[in-house]
């Protein structure tokens, strides 16, 4: 089956540490994405990557890191910079970027407290 | 930069009435405008999308009108089903070269049986 997988589903970290969350697409798609979500918030692009080896800061990239070495890869490194980590975290992709977006598909989320 | 704003946060309906939220976006370059569906603890799914060269657009019970001139776009459900139960997202493109979405924050519809 094509789409998006996000692991682990759900994540708990100690203070301090830093994590990785995990997306793998299997769509062939060039661009991707990841959000983070607060309850009333929607959703906050945090970065995005139109190509393997490059990407770019979104609205809340402080306290973030990611990689693209891959094409169906992209993770997404929360660092203990990040003072207010918990919430809901969403990685989608896209066929296409530049000027004519193109539909964005979502994986199934990871949900990360801090305890 | 982009802003969007999505009306009502919370819509509560009986089986088989209309539900319509509304969209205003202040970016006039904006030029895609999807919708998405999301359950609870589920990621969004995209129910329906339009583009900046249509007006209107329909797929079964859900449609979208768009009205470039007051920057604003409507998501209809007609007939709605407990099924239809869900938080509604959405999205405006960004006028910034790339295909990033900027969205609103979201309306929870309730459907009572």
């Known amino acids: 089956d094509g789409g998006i997988t996000q692991s682990p589903k759900y994540l708990f970290r100690k203070e301090g540490q830093n994590v990785t969350l995990s997306c793998e697409q299997n769509l062939n798609h060039d661009a991707m994405y990841w959000y983070r979500q607060d309850p009333g918030q929607g959703l906050r692009l945090i970065y995005y990557?139109?190509?393997?080896?490059?990407?770019q800061k979104g609205d809340i990239a402080e306290g973030y890191s990611v990689s693209r070495e891959k094409k169906e890869s992209f993770p997404l490194t929360v660092t203990s910079a990040q003072k207010n980590p918990t919430a809901f975290y969403l990685c989608?992709?896209?066929?296409?970027?530049?000027?004519?977006?193109?539909?964005?598909?979502f994986g199934p989320g990871t949900r990360l407290t801090v305890l | 930069g982009e802003n969007v704003e999505q009306h009502p946060s919370t819509l509560s309906v009986q089986e088989g009435d209309s539900a319509v939220i509304k969209c205003t976006y202040s970016d006039s370059a904006s030029n895609y405008f999807p919708w998405y569906k999301q359950e609870l603890g589920k990621g969004p799914q995209l129910i329906i999308d339009i583009r900046s060269n249509v007006g209107e657009k329909k797929d079964q019970r859900i449609a979208v009108t768009l009205n470039k001139t007051a920057k604003h776009f409507s998501l209809h459900i007609t007939e709605t089903q407990p099924e239809d139960s869900a938080v509604y997202f959405c999205?405006?493109?960004?006028?910034?070269?790339?295909?990033?979405?900027?969205f609103g924050k979201g309306t929870m519809l309730l459907v009572s049986p």
């Open positions: 999205a405006a493109t960004r006028n910034s070269g790339y295909s990033t979405l900027t």
């Open positions: 989608a992709s896209s066929t296409s970027w530049g000027q004519f977006a193109d539909t964005q598909y």
């Open positions: 990557s139109q190509i393997v080896n490059d990407f």
